[in-house]
């Protein structure tokens, strides 16, 4: 893990203190909150008031019946938060029934990504838009998230409210990030910081990844977390998929801030199962930037 910079503990006015974590989930759920509680309180420990987790976060697989635990998986996450005093994203859950709570029809789930408040209530729900769908050279191969998940319809820009001050948090998840559209839409719509909770495959990762998180910085010119699922993720029915991590925190001007260069979680991160990334919004100084170049100020075709 590269040093943070700067430093997590920064409790400056105007800052928020940020982490990404990355874990390599398997199937067994209650290992798996586990893991996710011990990282939460070892980034709520360096003062970090934003925690991020990545996409899958309870389980690898098995949808359905993590889908049936939906609501009381969100009750343990948002009992994280309140014990810990952060906010938690908690990077997707699979839910069987919409925002609106009709059933999602044709058999199918939708992903859905979750923020909770210090006080355990949930903040926002976002459904992910967009439907990984592509051909890997992999031992996987063909990849078809609508075959499981009906694609949601709304965007959110939901607050985080630190120290009186308000940061404007757009929620996006994985392959959402190869849609540029959204990012800017959700920077219209007043956001200050990106969520990308995501399990890239090894192969889209290491092409893609890192290029990814970089330019939709640039396009929204907001605060990019990537908190990544990485390594070698084993299913009940023999198969095995690999995912790329490098867990990575990107600035509005497309520098890496913090990250974690490793797919497979090693050292003091594979004893503890989950790596932590930091960053440090600076708001104001993000601000300075969009006003040196308003480049939503610019914009023509949207």
């Given at each position: 893990?590269?040093?943070?910079?700067?430093?997590?503990?920064?409790?400056?006015?105007?800052?928020?203190?940020?982490?990404?974590?990355?874990?390599?989930?398997?199937?067994?759920?209650?290992?798996?909150?586990?893991t996710?509680?011990?990282?939460i309180?070892?980034?709520?420990?360096?003062?970090?008031?934003?925690?991020?987790?990545?996409?899958?976060?309870?389980?690898?697989?098995?949808?359905?019946?993590?889908?049936?635990?939906?609501?009381?998986?969100?009750?343990?996450?948002?009992?994280?938060?309140?014990e810990?005093?952060?906010?938690?994203?908690a990077?997707?859950?699979?839910?069987?029934?919409?925002?609106?709570?009709?059933?999602?029809?044709?058999?199918?789930?939708?992903?859905?990504?979750?923020?909770?408040?210090?006080?355990?209530?949930?903040?926002?729900?976002?459904?992910?838009?967009?439907?990984?769908?592509?051909?890997?050279?992999?031992?996987?191969?063909?990849?078809?998230?609508?075959?499981?998940?009906?694609?949601?319809?709304?965007t959110?820009?939901?607050?985080?409210?630190?120290?009186?001050?308000?940061?404007?948090?757009?929620?996006?998840?994985?392959?959402?990030?190869?849609?540029?559209?959204?990012?800017?839409?959700?920077?219209?719509?007043?956001?200050?910081?990106?969520?990308?909770?995501?399990?890239?495959?090894?192969?889209?990762?290491?092409?893609?990844?890192?290029?990814?998180?970089?330019?939709?910085?640039?396009?929204?010119q907001c605060?990019?977390?990537?908190?990544?699922?990485?390594?070698?993720?084993?299913?009940?029915?023999?198969?095995?998929?690999?995912?790329?991590?490098?867990?990575?925190?990107?600035?509005?001007?497309?520098?890496?801030v913090?990250?974690?260069?490793?797919?497979?979680?090693?050292?003091?991160?594979?004893?503890?199962?989950?790596?932590?990334?930091?960053?440090?919004?600076?708001?104001?100084?993000?601000?300075?930037?969009?006003?040196?170049?308003?480049?939503?100020?610019?914009?023509?075709?949207?």
């Amino acid at each position: 893990m590269s040093t943070p910079s700067p430093t997590p503990n920064d409790t400056t006015p105007h800052k928020l203190t940020v982490a990404a974590v990355q874990l390599n989930t398997q199937q067994d759920v209650e290992h798996n909150l586990a893991t996710i509680k011990s990282a939460i309180a070892a980034a709520s420990a360096q003062g970090v008031k934003l925690v991020v987790l990545p996409e899958n976060c309870c389980s690898m697989g098995r949808q359905f019946p993590t889908a049936e635990r939906f609501d009381d998986l969100s009750e343990v996450l948002a009992g994280y938060a309140r014990e810990f005093e952060v906010y938690l994203l908690a990077g997707t859950l699979p839910c069987f029934y919409r925002p609106d709570g009709t059933a999602v029809p044709n058999g199918r789930l939708r992903q859905v990504s979750l923020l909770f408040s210090p006080e355990g209530k949930m903040v926002a729900r976002y459904d992910k838009i967009h439907l990984f769908t592509a051909t890997v050279a992999d031992k996987h191969g063909n990849y078809d998230e609508a075959a499981t998940f009906e694609p949601g319809t709304q965007t959110v820009v939901a607050p985080i409210e630190v120290d009186n001050v308000v940061y404007q948090l757009g929620m996006m998840v994985c392959f959402d990030l190869r849609f540029p559209a959204l990012a800017q839409r959700l920077r219209q719509a007043g956001a200050d910081i990106l969520s990308a909770p995501s399990a890239f495959t090894y192969l889209t990762g290491q092409a893609h990844w890192s290029l990814l998180l970089q330019a939709r910085a640039l396009d929204s010119q907001c605060m990019v977390i990537g908190a990544a699922q990485g390594g070698e993720h084993h299913y009940k029915n023999g198969k095995t998929r690999e995912t790329w991590g490098h867990t990575a925190i990107t600035d509005f001007n497309g520098s890496m801030v913090d990250s974690y260069d490793n797919s497979a979680l090693q050292g003091a991160a594979a004893d503890n199962d989950y790596a932590l990334v930091f960053a440090t919004l600076d708001k104001e100084a993000q601000q300075q930037g969009r006003q040196k170049m308003p480049i939503f100020d610019c914009h023509r075709l949207a």
